[in-house]
């Protein structure tokens, strides 16, 4: 029998798909394509709500999707199932960063975490009050949190256009503010936008939060095997009447941050069972079914390379970056400038979220950065200048994926839903171009001191 050949002289047609798949995944790991992904994504949704196509825009994500088995059935609208289905995942990803964080990032340590948990809570409340300030009508008071938040991607994104004279000081104190952000945002949706309790559901949620621990005890890491006592952590949370996208933050939250035991070391097991697989290479060839084992070892030790919060987050990050959020921006970002109505105290909303998130969110940031400096309590990090602070403030401001998100718990009603949207994307969209614009005015005096 002819052994198989492994040569290095690979056809050349190979080697180009190689080299044009390794240059794609490069590509999917910038921030600031995903962040590009996501504004054409918004910009389509609102081309087909201003266009002759806005009545089969609306009508398309309000279609129903029913899943059952037998005679229970389940249906929604395909906009239910964006906004509390797919952005579970989402919100899984913001608990494993949050895990991780806490447990190897920047906020492990109480003095690390002190000033960007200082200037997020500064970042929150400032825009809250300007936001109240001009809508203290108890209907339209109830979007106060929609300009508290910060749209990771985006403003991650816009950063990354600045390229390599920011420092890096400057980018790991966003990335920090902005998670602490995250954590506002979820315990204020918690707190503030869940009513009507009912304890049964909550019974449910803990049964599946059973079941993982129950799995992670007994040593399964395959991910697969997680997917049916997490959909039982959701359908819970659903039944409780908590925002069913809160099932991702808890389970990111309970994620294991260590590798599985194993009897010997993952790198050990796979020298092992590869030294095994050359001295018994003709056996092998000869029975296939040899290989089994063998090939089981080597995907555990490769599994257990990474810790599972780590290994998965790495797993979902692109299908967030690129399907879930887009999809999430198509489904909610089309909102129809002719038919804003706006001449009602509507606009009151928008004129609020806009100028909380341009304006408010690096007033507070700064202030509250400022304060704790000058009382002592933090310093800034090395790199790190009051420019740099207040373009962490500016990018702060740009509130998309999880502003909308606010809105759509915030207003049932559809004309103060829709001008929290305009105002989440106007404020959004100054903050940036504020941010970027102040960003290269400062580059040459940053790139000066590298």
Excluded at 69 to 78: D, N, Q, R
Excluded at 113 to 133: D, E, H, K
Aim: include cysteine; aromatic fraction near 8%.
């Amino acid at each position: 029998m002819e052994k198989p050949s492994f040569s290095e002289d690979l056809p050349r047609s190979q080697r180009l798909a190689e080299q044009a798949l390794a240059t794609l995944q490069g590509f999917l790991h910038v921030e600031a394509v995903s962040g590009g992904v996501l504004l054409v994504a918004a910009a389509i949704a609102l081309a087909c709500a201003n266009s002759p196509l806005a009545y089969d825009y609306h009508a398309f994500w309000n279609l129903p999707l029913t899943i059952g088995v037998g005679e229970f059935l389940f249906s929604k609208s395909l906009h239910f199932w964006v906004n509390d289905g797919l952005m579970t995942i989402f919100f899984l990803v913001v608990g494993m960063e949050i895990r991780r964080e806490i447990h190897e990032g920047e906020l492990r340590r109480l003095d690390q975490a002190a000033l960007p948990l200082i200037a997020a809570a500064g970042g929150v409340v400032v825009p809250a009050l300007i936001y109240l300030s001009l809508n203290n009508d108890p209907v339209r008071s109830q979007g106060w949190a929609v300009p508290t938040a910060t749209d990771i991607a985006f403003a991650v994104g816009v950063l990354a256009l600045l390229g390599r004279s920011v420092p890096a000081n400057v980018r790991v104190f966003l990335l920090a503010l902005a998670i602490i952000d995250d954590i506002i945002a979820v315990l204020i949706i918690a707190l503030f936008y869940t009513e009507g309790l009912a304890f049964g559901g909550f019974v449910v949620a803990l049964l599946g939060v059973l079941m993982i621990f129950g799995l992670q005890k007994i040593g399964v890491g395959a991910a697969p095997v997680y997917v049916v006592p997490s959909v039982v952590v959701w359908l819970g949370f659903l039944v409780a009447g908590v925002h069913p996208t809160l099932a991702g933050v808890v389970l990111g939250l309970i994620t294991p941050v260590r590798p599985m035991p194993m009897r010997e070391h993952p790198l050990e097991m796979a020298s092992r069972v590869l030294r095994q697989l050359r001295g018994n290479d003709a056996g092998q060839r000869k029975d296939p079914h040899r290989l089994m084992q063998p090939l089981r070892e080597l995907r555990a030790a490769h599994r257990e390379m990474l810790s599972p919060v780590s290994r998965v987050q790495m797993a979902l990050h692109p299908w967030v970056a690129y399907l879930i959020m887009p999809i999430f921006a198509l489904a909610n970002a089309g909102v129809g400038f002719t038919g804003a109505d706006l001449t009602s105290s509507a606009h009151f909303v928008m004129w609020g979220t806009a100028l909380a998130l341009a304006v408010g969110k690096p007033v507070g940031v700064v202030g509250a950065t400022w304060i704790a400096v000058r009382l002592g309590w933090c310093r800034l990090a090395p790199g790190v200048s009051w420019g740099g602070v207040w373009l962490v403030g500016l990018l702060a401001g740009i509130g998309f994926t999880m502003s909308i998100f606010i809105g759509t718990l915030a207003f049932a009603d559809e004309t103060l839903l829709a001008a929290a949207k305009l105002g989440v994307l106007a404020g959004s969209l100054a903050a940036a171009t504020l941010g970027l614009g102040w960003g290269l005015i400062h580059a040459r005096p940053w790139r000066h001191c590298r």
